[in-house]
């Protein structure tokens, strides 16, 4: 892997990681047309997962303050009644309750999402699949519900959203924020939530698979890893900050749009075997 295609996959993953696209599946499509034939399997997983930590290292310091309002008012109040919580510490238990079911599907089926769900004909498939479902759900939900008012509910239902991820092609983000919008939800509040809900799960998965492949990393790709995860943590600060400030009038409309036009170029590629 060159430097420059280091660098793109960085901006990539930043750019896409937090639009409703799914970032799994445009890495995926750059993967395939940049030919990384060079690196072994061990040596691709831990190069995704690392620049995977820089996106999520943006959620964080974007949302430290409300992050460490939550932790505060969680180790305070956590164990008291779930009604009588403040609104922080519950959001602390939604948190933890919205990311059980991608930790016990994603443990449960590894082996078929890191193989055999990883075709394109299958990225193709969901990125038109479910941008459809995303377009039908932002223009025909309520929205008016806000983010103060995540029940247990709600928190499951969007942890499962989610989960759907563990397919590539339908979007972390994606997911949850279909789910929460067909729930009532804003749109803001249905994206601030799912950035939220995506910080405990992608940190782990990403530390998990670093720590087991790093070690396969020859020195010139680990300094080429270390450079694209500080493109990914830029740009995807850069991305959360938009993004939520467009969705206050903005609809997820052209996100709908350019997923069903990848989608069907994927599959049309495919079709006629320049793919």
């Given at each position: ?6 660098l793109l996959?960085g901006?990539?993953?930043g750019?896409t990681?937090?639009l ?5 599946a445009?890495?995926q ?8 034939s060079?690196l ?5 997983t831990a190069f995704i997962a690392?620049i995977q ?8 310091t974007y949302?430290?303050?409300t992050i460490l309002e939550?932790l505060?008012a969680?180790?305070k109040?956590?164990?008291?009644p ?8 519950r959001l602390?238990?939604?948190?933890i ?10 443990l449960?089926f590894?082996?078929l ?9 299958i ?7 479910f941008?459809l479902l995303?377009g ?5 939900a309520k929205?008016t519900r ?8 709600s ?12 397919i590539?092609?339908v979007?972390?983000s994606?997911?949850?924020i279909t789910?929460?919008?067909?729930m009532?939800f804003t ?14 799960a992608?940190?782990?998965?990403g530390?998990y698979?670093?720590?087991k492949?790093?070690?396969?990393l ?9 450079a694209a995860t500080?493109?990914?943590f830029?740009?995807g600060?850069a991305v959360i900050?938009?993004l939520?400030r467009y969705?206050v009038?903005?609809?997820?409309l052209?996100?709908?749009i350019w997923r069903?036009?990848v ?12 793919l």
């Open positions: 892997m060159s430097p420059f295609e280091a996959l901006l990539i993953q750019l990681e937090f409703p696209i799914s970032s799994s445009h890495v499509i750059a993967q395939e047309l940049l030919g990384l060079s072994t399997k061990p040596q691709l690392t930590i820089g996106t999520e290292l943006a959620v964080v949302f430290f303050k939550v505060r969680f180790f109040s956590g164990l008291q779930f009604s009588k919580q403040p609104p922080e510490a602390g238990w939604l948190i309750i919205g990311t059980l079911p991608i930790v016990a599907l994603g449960a590894q082996d999402i890191e193989n055999q769900l990883r075709q394109l004909w990225i193709g498939t969901m990125l038109i699949g941008g995303l039908v759900a932002d223009r025909f929205k806000t983010i103060e008012q995540l029940d247990l509910r928190g499951l239902v969007f942890g499962l959203g989610q989960a759907l991820a563990l590539p092609g979007s972390r994606g997911g949850s789910v929460g919008l067909m009532g749109r803001e509040a249905a994206a601030r939530y799912s950035f939220l809900l995506a910080i405990p992608v940190l782990a998965a530390g698979q670093f720590a492949s790093y070690a396969d020859p020195a010139d790709l680990l300094l080429a890893t270390a500080a493109v990914s830029v740009v600060y900050a938009w939520l969705l009038k903005g609809s997820y052209p996100f709908v069903v036009v989608g069907s170029l994927i599959l049309l590629g495919l079709w006629a075997g320049v």
